[in-house]
């Protein structure tokens, strides 16, 4: 099943923290029992193979080989959950309450898993054999960078001259309520996806006895420092990226009265500034800050180890997400200049750029079959293309194709964000369903020879 009690071992990255356990691969292999998909797994057009032992890569044939294959990518593990956290349901028990399925995973990433072979079992069942040949890529550690299962496939796939139409991975979703301003619910498809950068700030300090404090400690310079960080944000770049052509897409459904209660009924400003209206629309909630800029979050604080003792040293963790229109040196050169302070070290820890931007004009076939599977599937969403606030395993295959797209069949309405990684993360059955078809039904769109007219058909389950 779908959340299983024994998908349990999913909930830590334990190679990566070098805790192998001797049941691990014992576990991890029958998730994908034969007898859950006993279609895809006799299948002669089906061939599995485990890469670097816990990840799963799937060929399908296609019956014209001449068609470039194209990608479907998830993951298989999760990030911890514990049952003392206050959860409704246990956080591996899939305990399904009104109409909503609870576990670990239900957003990130096992409905994604599971409605791939789902629908693929369900048209091998039909007797349907693909005309494009297609993979599934099913990667183990995604959570702690995929440097083992995402990357190994790259490398297997890159031995055997493989080159990809199109690769879909997790990603941006059905906004319902989450974006100012907007009317009606958005399909978000994520053209690429936000750098990162780990960066540490230290300062040093000598040590000496609480009853005889300097004027300052190394924990009030780094907390001033830190401060600064936080109530100087980075630039905006709305307008910049490809949230340029999500504005564009997304325009007519915005509210004008958001627009006024930000320009007060000044018509020049919304003609001729509309991209920095919208960027103050969606600076106003986390969930939709990111669009606007790189985001910086303060993770971790460390200082002192006695309630009596001056601390020599003070170092605190930030995690910066990269706006694909700002480069690396470019977000270390703000951090020196906005922190100011000589006395604070600051050292890059690991980071990365954006990747690049994928297309998404009416010639683009993966991003035209994406969008037309959604509207098949979800008839009242707009869809528009965006940027993936997260990092996903699909980062790695940027050698393997141009055009890598994020997106999730997930309907999120306000809320529902704060449960992937969080309390309570959950599915309803009926959203489960759509997942099932949504894949169903890309996979039959994709064996299109010419790209769709702006509407289409919808495949029966």
């Keep these: 099943g779908f959340c299983s009690p024994s998908s349990e071992v999913f909930s830590e990255n334990l190679l990566d923290h070098g805790k192998t356990r001797s049941h691990l691969k014992a576990a991890l292999v029958p998730f994908f029992h034969v007898s859950a998909f006993p279609k895809i797994f006799s299948s002669s057009l089906v061939h599995h193979e485990l890469v670097a032992n816990y990840s799963h890569l799937f060929r399908v044939e296609g019956s014209q080989p001449d068609l470039v294959p194209y990608l479907l990518l998830a993951h298989i593990d999760v990030v911890p959950a514990s049952e003392s956290d206050d959860w409704e349901a246990p956080p591996f028990s899939a305990k399904e309450i009104d109409g909503f399925i609870y576990g670990r995973g239900t957003i990130d990433n096992k409905s994604s898993v599971m409605g791939i072979l789902e629908a693929l079992e369900y048209l091998l069942g039909k007797g349907y054999a693909p005309r494009r040949g297609f993979y599934i890529g099913l990667g183990h550690d995604e959570e702690v960078g995929g440097l083992k299962g995402a990357l190994n496939m790259v490398r297997v796939l890159k031995q055997r001259g493989v080159q990809l139409s ?16 907007l009317e009606g619910p958005a399909a978000l498809i994520g053209l690429t996806e936000k750098g990162m950068a780990h960066v540490k700030l230290r300062v040093s300090t000598a040590p000496g006895h609480a009853s005889m404090p300097p004027r300052e400690t190394c924990i009030g310079i780094l907390a001033a420092a830190v401060k600064r960080l936080e109530e100087n944000p980075m630039p905006r770049l709305f307008g910049y990226g490809p949230e340029r052509e999500t504005f564009e897409h997304l325009a007519h459904k915005v509210r004008r009265t ?21 960027s103050r629309l969606l600076e106003r909630k986390p969930e939709t800050n990111g669009l606007v800029r790189t985001t910086t979050a303060v993770t971790m604080f460390n200082a002192g180890v006695k309630d009596n003792v001056l601390p020599s ?149």
């Design 166 to 181: 199109f690769v879909l991975d997790e990603g941006l979703a059905i906004a319902d309520g989450i974006i100012v301003g």
């Design 258 to 278: 958001n627009y006024e209660s930000i320009t007060h009924h000044n018509l020049y400003c919304l003609t001729v500034f509309p991209y920095v209206l919208y």
């Design 313 to 461: 040293h003070a170092e605190v963790h930030v995690n910066l997400r990269i706006h694909p229109a700002q480069s690396l040196q470019e977000v270390l050169d703000q951090i020196h200049s906005t922190v100011g302070d000589q006395r604070v070290k600051i050292e890059l820890i690991s980071g990365f750029e954006a990747p690049p931007v994928s297309s998404s004009d009416e010639k683009s076939f993966g991003f035209q079959i994406i969008k037309k599977t959604v509207l098949d599937v979800f008839p009242t969403v707009t869809v528009a293309p965006g940027i993936c606030i997260a990092n996903t395993d699909s980062q790695h295959f940027k050698d393997l194709t141009k055009d890598i797209y994020r997106f999730l069949p997930v309907w999120l309405t306000p809320g529902d964000t704060q449960r992937i990684h969080g309390i309570n993360e959950r599915i309803s059955k009926k959203n489960y369903e759509e997942y099932v078809m949504f894949y169903f039904s890309l996979i039959q769109n994709c064996d299109i020879q010419k790209l769709p007219e702006p509407h289409s058909s919808v495949h029966e389950l």
